[in-house]
């Protein structure tokens, strides 16, 4: 199994992938341009896995420059519960230390207690501090 960065080609492959994982929500803000832009302004913090020429799994990385932000992990149902998930959350921790982020978020759908429950086996801290407040410019609720 090999973890190698994602690259803007990766786009069809990667939302085949998240598109068939219950629990990832795609939206219009997942387009082809957008997910390039995403790409480039936060390089290196993205990472797919290839086993054999098959993508077996993804994650997506971004920072602000002070924290950090986990979205799209998916594993191929293939490649599950092998600790891939675990894998490329750490290949993703590793990039952001490099970049100076020690504090990273990742939001987890209510709807997916499956996610939840590998978040926490992984270590990782449900926050009971927090309420997720948005602002929603479009009228578009999916945007
Ligand atoms: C969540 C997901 C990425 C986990 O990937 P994975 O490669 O299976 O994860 P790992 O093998 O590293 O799992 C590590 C541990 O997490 C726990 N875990 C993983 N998936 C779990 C599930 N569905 N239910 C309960 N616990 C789970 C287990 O304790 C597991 O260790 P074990 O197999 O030794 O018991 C994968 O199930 C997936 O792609 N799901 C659909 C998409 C999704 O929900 N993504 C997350 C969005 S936040």
Not at 7 to 34: F, I, Q, T
Not at 39 to 68: H, P, Q
Not at 122 to 141: C, M, N, T, Y
Request: hydrophobic share 45%; net charge neutral.
């Amino acid at each position: 199994m090999q973890i190698i960065e994602m690259e803007a080609d990766d786009y069809d492959e990667v939302m085949g992938l998240l598109g068939g994982a219950s629990g990832v929500v795609l939206r219009a803000v997942d387009s082809r341009k957008a997910t390039g832009r995403f790409l480039i302004a936060n390089m290196g913090l993205s990472f797919i896995a290839i086993e054999d020429g098959i993508l077996a799994g993804c994650i997506m990385g971004s920072t602000d420059g002070k924290r950090g932000y986990l979205q799209h992990l998916a594993v191929h149902p293939t490649f599950r519960r092998q600790g891939l998930g675990t894998a490329l959350v750490a290949r993703a921790l590793e990039a952001m230390a490099k970049r100076g982020v020690d504090k990273t978020h990742v939001f987890v759908m209510k709807s997916n207690p499956g996610a939840q429950e590998f978040w926490r086996r992984i270590g990782w801290e449900q926050r009971e501090d927090i309420v997720l407040f948005s602002h929603i410019a479009s009228a578009d609720p999916n945007a």
